[in-house]
């Protein structure tokens, strides 16, 4: 199971980034995947999960309404496009299909002017 998150920046309050999530070694298709992120001196939480079709989806309250999370399962990749980015919203982002335990590196996402 191998998961490689991409698309964290540096990016001013308010602002808009997607990140995405490239999955590869197991059956992407069949697995719910989460979105998780860790602020510094903070333990890693869950953010956002969809279903492995796509049809469901379950957000942490603080980003709702400004985090979506979707997924296209012919590139075997997930999502998260975050807008009206709050300095509380910066942390290492990561993805996990449901169950597996596997992390990624994780992408970084600073917001700050």
């Known amino acids: 199971v191998q998961v490689v998150e991409s698309g964290g920046a540096l990016v001013q309050p308010g602002g808009s980034l997607r990140l995405s999530c490239a999955a590869s070694g197991f059956t992407f298709s069949t697995y719910a995947m989460s979105w998780f992120r860790q602020a510094p001196g903070q333990e890693r939480k869950l953010v956002a999960t969809?279903?492995?079709?796509?049809?469901?989806?379950r957000y942490e309250d603080s980003v709702k309404g400004r985090f979506s999370v979707s997924r296209d399962n012919a590139a075997n990749t997930v999502y998260l496009q975050m807008s009206g980015l709050k300095s509380e919203d910066t942390a290492v982002y990561y993805c996990?299909?449901?169950?597996?335990?596997?992390w990624g590196q994780g992408t970084q996402v600073t917001v700050s002017s």
């Open positions: 969809i279903s492995h079709d796509g049809t469901a989806t």
């Open positions: 996990q299909p449901v169950g597996t335990g596997a």
